[in-house]
């Protein structure tokens, strides 16, 4: 394999990861709007669609064995891979994430909200933007941009502490409403741990420009 056909499958995996990440973007958007409209059938597509992002996961790390199986790469070239298997992990993750929140969906299907939900799809438009954020800066190599996005996870922290309070004071004052406020609760972390696995990728992109390794998950 010449270095410039080395070249384009390194770009190939970029154009994968993107793909990968826009179906990631996607499933959090759904299992969002399955959640808020108490939607059955959007759940349930979110838990099939799940085989795509495994299936894809599989298909970018098996390019990434035969691109070191068929040449030797550089000391770059070897660090731009193992970055890609990386950040192939985070985003399944995020996707499961995504199935797990579409799973409450169901549990919660046939009851009323105890509340209007306001604050879960605002965290989940953080999300949403840090994801794209940070394979946007993965992509074009961009490190004050994967700095920029990590400083965005302060938001889903500070929303994730005050829903947290929140739903805690309905509980305390009717004990019927335990299932309901754990299971949104669960939903917070969830969305919580997405957007760390975004912060994840920002530290990939840092470590593939610099050779850094920084830990920003605080």
């Not at 349930?44 to 298909?59: G, P």
């Not at 995020?94 to 797990?100: G, K, Q, R, W, Y």
């Not at 299932?179 to 994840?200: G, M, Y």
């Amino acid at each position: 394999m010449t270095r410039g056909s080395f070249d384009i499958h390194l770009q190939g995996l970029h154009q994968e990861i993107l793909r990968m990440g826009s179906i990631v973007e996607k499933q959090i958007y759904q299992c969002i709007e399955a959640l808020v409209h108490q939607d059955e059938t959007l759940a349930n597509k979110i838990i099939k669609d799940d085989d795509l992002v495994d299936n894809l996961q599989k298909e970018i790390e098996d390019k990434c064995i035969k691109l070191i199986a068929t040449q030797q790469p550089l000391a770059l070239d070897l660090r731009s891979i193992f970055t890609t298997t990386k950040i192939v992990t985070d985003l399944e993750r995020m996707a499961d994430h995504a199935v797990d929140i579409a799973k409450i969906t169901l549990r919660l299907k046939n009851e009323k909200y105890i509340k209007q939900l306001i604050d879960i799809p605002k965290m989940a438009d953080i999300v949403k933007e840090m994801i794209k954020n940070s394979i946007d800066a993965y992509v074009s190599g961009n490190v004050q941009k994967a700095y920029d996005t990590c400083k965005m996870d302060d938001k889903i922290d500070a929303i994730y502490k005050q829903v947290f309070s929140e739903l805690l004071t309905i509980m305390a004052g009717d004990s019927t409403t335990i299932n309901q406020v754990t299971q949104f609760l669960f939903i917070c972390k969830f969305l919580e741990r997405v957007a760390d696995h975004a912060t994840n990728i920002c530290e990939w992109t840092i470590y593939l420009v610099t050779g850094e390794q920084k830990d920003l998950n605080e």
